[in-house]
């Protein structure tokens, strides 16, 4: 029987669900199970594809182009699985499910209720789910994580309390439970430190649990300690005998390389700084799996990252007129950083900020990584100031432009704005065996990895830049989209349309990223010398023993991910 761990918070939102459920999933499956996830969230909207990310933070893509909260990024990176867009369960996608059969007559006349239907609805849709296969082997799971977004109490997640309540009784109490995640306030109100058992002893009673089961999650120097902290207070002992799950108390090789991976995370002494030239600067969850692709490539390299969040509005001449004090501290943050970063993003405000950060990287043979949005302004700066045409640019941003080096993609819908960008998982080939990235992807011809973008470089313009040593080095299948850009004679000079930041993973950071870092680290040469491998004090070690799933987890290199 499948087993289900429903996970909820109180008090207040963004309490940690996230990352506690992520956590409960990694400890189990380093013990061999087979675990995957599910995210609810209450909200109307049918996905996260049309939010603002100062609304909900970035959107995450997945490789069947679902665009989902950025938790799901937390279950992929945790337990390195592969999850679909019914992984992400929204009160839209619900109701529209249940209209939908109302229209078709599946309830032969009946009053469409709240309680049974949507209910009803909810419990079948985590049922089906929980069966899909997200590991590289296709076996089913055995164990569902679902974390329930918001907080207990809220209006909007009534049905879905309801839903888990019958639930329980549907699939037994030993094949499910529930983590409530809440707030022991403090003097700094917040549990900074670890409980005194007292005061578990308390919880236990009023919440009327076993003090066991009253865990402590309490502050910790890095996201990767909170498995860690779970193993060490006996959740997994207790979820085994209170599910009744056969599992083994032998050594983990995959919670062992978490803890190497966590002191590592300490103790870093040297430090390797990376401008992030975006629009979304001012809310760092905005570009949430872009700055933990930074955080796994940084780890793999043994140094302490520090990025410079800049505002491409303040690089803008016309920010010097306005407030000079921050058109200089913009520039001082940009020109004193090791690597810059121009991420994806879509609207016109800062994009002539992240042209002259682009053409700063050039000139000054700064190590650039443009992504999506990123790699498009590098082709117009490079057209502007190399091929010399001045107005070269975007149609998103001049539909009026004489060079339009960057066009509207012909899937685009241009009357919905909902799914219809080029989404998710989509594969590369890789044109030349003389680039800097397919060594860094292990030599690979080619590369799936996803996408979420609505323009494009225009392929009639290829052979200008070519000439210029500006070449697109990837493309897609059909040889038609400009994938991956390269600069000759500059240490480290890329742009990918795709968002490889989304397949990251803390021990198999992202090839691009980790480019990035090796270059403004000064190792970039060296490594691609080694056959890009780290060296020994960058790897983790292979001292315990090996179990299912985890057994795959090899040491720390970059091997071909053509297959994946």
Request: glycine share 8%.
């Amino acid at each position: 029987m499948m087993k289900y761990i429903l996970v909820t918070g109180g008090v207040i939102s963004g309490i940690g669900k996230g990352i506690i459920a992520s956590s409960v999933g990694t400890i189990l499956k380093s013990c061999g199970l087979h675990v995957t996830a599910i995210k609810i969230d209450p909200y109307i909207n049918i996905d996260a594809g049309t939010f603002s990310p100062y609304e909900h933070g970035e959107v995450f893509v997945l490789d069947d182009g679902g665009e989902v909260d950025l938790d799901l990024g937390n279950y992929e990176r945790f337990l390195d699985i592969r999850l679909t867009r019914d992984n992400n369960l929204t009160t839209g996608k619900i109701y529209q499910s249940v209209i939908n059969k109302e229209r078709r007559g599946d309830y032969l006349g009946k009053t469409v209720q709240v309680v049974p239907h949507i209910t009803d609805a909810i419990q079948e849709w985590v049922m089906k789910q929980a069966q899909v296969p997200v590991d590289d082997d296709d076996i089913e799971p055995q164990v569902c994580v679902i974390e329930l977004g918001g907080t207990v109490g809220d209006i909007e997640s009534m049905p879905f309390i309801e839903a888990f309540r019958q639930f329980q009784f549907k699939v037994k109490r030993e094949n499910f439970c529930n983590i409530h995640v809440s707030l022991i306030p403090q003097i700094m109100c917040r549990c900074t430190t670890a409980l005194e058992n007292s005061v578990k002893e308390k919880i236990s009673m009023f919440c009327h649990v076993e003090p066991q089961q009253v865990i402590c999650v309490h502050d910790v120097s890095s996201i990767y300690r909170v498995p860690l902290l779970l193993e060490d207070q006996g959740v997994v002992s207790y979820l085994s005998r209170r599910l009744n799950m056969p599992i083994e108390t032998r050594p983990r090789k995959m919670l062992t390389k978490w803890k190497e991976m966590s002191d590592r995370s300490d103790r870093l002494l040297e430090h390797c700084s990376i401008a992030l030239v975006g629009k979304y600067t001012k809310f760092s969850d905005s570009y949430a799996s872009v700055i933990k692709a930074l955080e796994h490539s940084a780890l793999a390299i043994s140094h302490k990252l520090e990025v410079k969040y800049i505002d491409s509005a303040n690089l803008e001449p016309s920010t010097l007129q306005e407030d000079p004090v921050k058109y200089h501290e913009a520039w001082q943050k940009l020109c004193s950083s090791d690597g810059i970063l121009v991420p994806g993003g879509f609207g016109v405000r800062g994009t002539e900020g992240k042209i002259h950060a682009i053409n700063w990287a050039r000139k000054q043979k700064k190590p650039f990584l443009g992504v999506c949005l990123g790699m498009q302004l590098a082709v117009c700066e490079f057209a502007r100031n190399v091929l010399g045409w001045t107005d070269a640019n975007s149609t998103e941003f001049d539909p009026e432009t004489k060079h339009p080096v960057v066009i509207d993609m012909p899937e685009h819908n241009p009357g919905q704005m909902g799914g219809t960008m080029r989404l998710g998982k989509r594969r590369t080939i890789f044109q030349t065996t003389n680039s800097t990235l397919r060594k860094l992807y292990g030599d690979a011809e080619y590369v799936d990895e996803r996408h979420r973008h609505r323009f494009e470089v225009n392929p009639e313009l290829k052979s200008h830049f070519d000439e210029k040593g500006f070449r697109f080095v990837g493309q897609d299948v059909e040889g038609e989209r400009m994938e991956v850009i390269e600069l000759d004679d500059h240490p480290y000079f890329i742009g990918v349309q795709y968002h490889p930041e989304f397949t990251s993973r803390p021990i198999k950071p992202s090839p691009p990223y980790l480019g990035l870092l090796l270059a403004a680290a000064g190792k970039l040469q060296s490594y691609l010398q080694k056959g890009c491998r780290l060296s020994p004090r960058d790897t983790y070690s292979d001292r315990s023993g090996s179990s299912t799933p985890d057994s795959e987890i090899s040491e720390l290199k970059l091997p071909s991910l053509s297959n994946e």
